[in-house]
């Protein structure tokens, strides 16, 4: 079984700095990863996708991901914070086995970005 | 671009009401979902359908059903609406399961059970 774990509920930055948004998972394939990013009243959008290719993603909006194996990791990360990054963010895997129920979610960060 | 829309952004219902929230997607997609978003939970699978007509039970489908009669459409029913199923209810298509095809989601609806 597949499982994800977003080890901040919330993250606070000021703007201009860096982000990290930290995720672990747990999966018995080679997984594919993904991290989505939901303004408010808003659906989820991809930020980004590892899937089994280069292990540094880049994603949209100068967000990157990079999967690590022996720390099951796939952080993503910002070098410069700005306004309207202030959202919510979902880690997200998927493995090779199953039915087309294909991700399983974390339970979401809160990125507040302060001025 | 895929687009997906939801037929309602804001919902309010009544408890005991028999709720239909609609979805459709442009796309061509064979697989679409339905999820409840709350907060500190994430998003949990409500049903899911691979095909028109064909559905799999996700994580929490007690108290909701689903009609897939069109491929580009998928439903959610709620039979008797109770309090516990105010939430938002997102909806997603993908292709077939295949590595790397995300899913690409609606706006969501957000729903009162009064």
């Known amino acids: 079984a597949q499982s994800v774990t977003q080890l901040d509920s919330h993250v606070s930055v000021s703007e201009g700095t860096p982000v990290l948004l930290r995720c672990n998972y747990s999966?018995?394939?080679?997984?594919?990863l993904f991290w989505y990013v939901q303004h408010p009243n808003k659906g989820l959008q991809l930020l980004l996708k590892?899937?089994?290719?280069?292990?540094l993603v880049k994603g949209i909006n100068g967000f990157e991901a990079e999967f690590k194996k022996s720390e099951t990791s796939f952080h993503l990360t910002k070098p410069s914070a700005h306004m309207s990054d202030a959202a919510e963010y979902f880690c997200?895997?998927?493995?090779?086995?199953?039915?087309?129920?294909?991700?399983?979610f974390g339970s979401g960060t809160q990125l507040t970005v302060l001025p | 671009d895929v687009k997906v829309t939801q037929s309602s952004r804001y919902l309010v219902k009544r408890t005991g009401e028999k709720v239909f929230l609609e979805c459709v997607q442009d796309m061509d997609h064979e697989n679409m979902f339905w999820y409840r978003q709350d907060p500190g939970l994430g998003l949990r699978l409500i049903y899911f359908s691979y095909d028109v007509k064909m559905k799999e039970k996700g994580d929490i489908p007690e108290g909701y059903s689903v009609s897939r009669e069109k491929k580009e459409r998928f439903s959610l029913i709620l039979e008797s609406a109770s309090t516990n199923q105010t939430s938002m209810y997102l909806c997603a298509s993908s292709y077939p399961r295949r590595q790397g095809y995300e899913q690409y989601f609606g706006p969501g609806t957000r729903l009162t059970v009064t």
């Open positions: 999966s018995s394939y080679s997984p594919s």
């Open positions: 997200v895997v998927s493995d090779l086995t199953g039915s087309a129920r294909q991700l399983t």
């Open positions: 590892y899937t089994s290719a280069a292990t």
